[in-house]
């Protein structure tokens, strides 16, 4: 086996950080899933969510750009949008757009507030930003029951299900990718299924299959993919159907604009021009 130089790092240099997704194994599965017609429901719920969220908004886009790694579903959606793949660096023009959607894939980036930055860049002056992507209780009943299985069988764990971020740390990077009025939600989801196998022949239908970096990459033991499924019928049970397994999916939401002079700031601090204490006097009258 050949070894090759390590990159010399200047003083104070940070080392580069290891990459959590294998872009060519992600590709892959999205591009089985596409081939197979496999129509998601997540991906209809999600665009439906967001939608809502723009009719609330009143105005009318008229330069939109959709980033996701499933084009047919959104641009069948947003038929007047931009569609550009989530790649490392977007294929987004700076300024070009009023409305930018980043659809369901932004949990797959190893730089998600970089993804949001472009997606800043490419707003107009109090252009809109929206993305959705799945949160951190999504697939947690499953990631125990593998996580209990294999320390059980093997004393050791592998990575399984790529580990997604708490709606307090997404919302966190509207403001650090410089987004204004930044908010955040969550849809939390439950889906019934046979057992394990039967969710894991789905994730792969989704496009949604273990492709992080780290993975292993020879099969899994017969024995702890059973154990794990026992575990996860005992621990997560339907509760309109026992004989199936409830497993959890949450959709966060987050939502900013590109910064204008026209919208709300808030007030400097000791600038109100009456004290709590005469509002809650007023409120007694």
């Given at each position: 086996?050949?070894h090759?130089t ?6 104070g240099?940070p ?10 194994a ?8 596409i081939?197979q017609?496999?129509?998601?429901l ?9 939608q809502d ?7 009318t ?10 084009p047919?579903p959104w ?11 989530d ?16 659809a ?8 998600p507030?970089?993804?949001?930055v472009?997606c800043?860049?490419?707003?107009r002056?109090?252009?809109?930003f929206?993305?959705v ?6 697939l947690?009943e ?27 740390d997404?919302g ?10 930044p908010?955040a ?15 894991a ?6 496009g ?6 780290a ?8 024995a702890?993919?059973d ?9 997560s ?8 397994v ?11 604009w590109a ?12 600038s ?14």
């Open positions: 086996m050949s090759s390590p990159p010399i790092l200047s003083p240099a080392a580069a950080r290891p990459a959590l997704t294998d872009r060519p992600l590709d892959r599965q999205r591009a089985r899933a081939r017609g496999h129509v998601d997540f991906h209809q719920i999600a665009a439906d969510e967001i969220r723009l009719a609330e908004v009143k105005r886009f008229t330069a939109p750009a959709l980033v996701t790694g499933f047919g641009a069948a959606r947003f038929p007047d949008a931009r569609v550009v793949a790649d490392a660096v977007l294929d987004l023009t700076p300024g070009a757009h009023d409305l930018v959607i980043h369901l894939s932004l949990h797959w980036a190893d730089d507030v970089g993804q949001i472009q800043r860049r490419a707003l002056e109090d252009g809109l929206v993305a992507c799945f949160g951190n209780q999504t947690s499953p990631r125990a029951a593998l996580a209990q299985a294999e320390a059980e069988i093997t004393g050791g764990l592998s990575p399984r299900i790529l580990p997604m971020g708490e709606i307090r997404l966190g990077l509207l403001s650090r990718a410089g987004l204004a009025l908010v939600d969550l849809l939390h989801q439950r889906a019934s299924y046979r057992d394990l196998f039967h969710l022949r789905d994730l792969r239908a989704m949604e299959g273990n492709a992080m970096a993975r292993l990459r020879h099969p899994t033991r017969r702890v993919l154990r794990a499924s026992a575990l996860l019928a005992h621990q049970p339907d509760r309109d159907d026992p004989s199936r409830a497993v959890s999916f949450d959709l966060v939401f987050l939502t900013g910064p204008s002079d026209s919208q709300p700031k808030p007030l400097r601090p000791g109100a021009q009456t004290s709590l204490a005469d509002a809650l006097a007023n409120l007694r009258k």
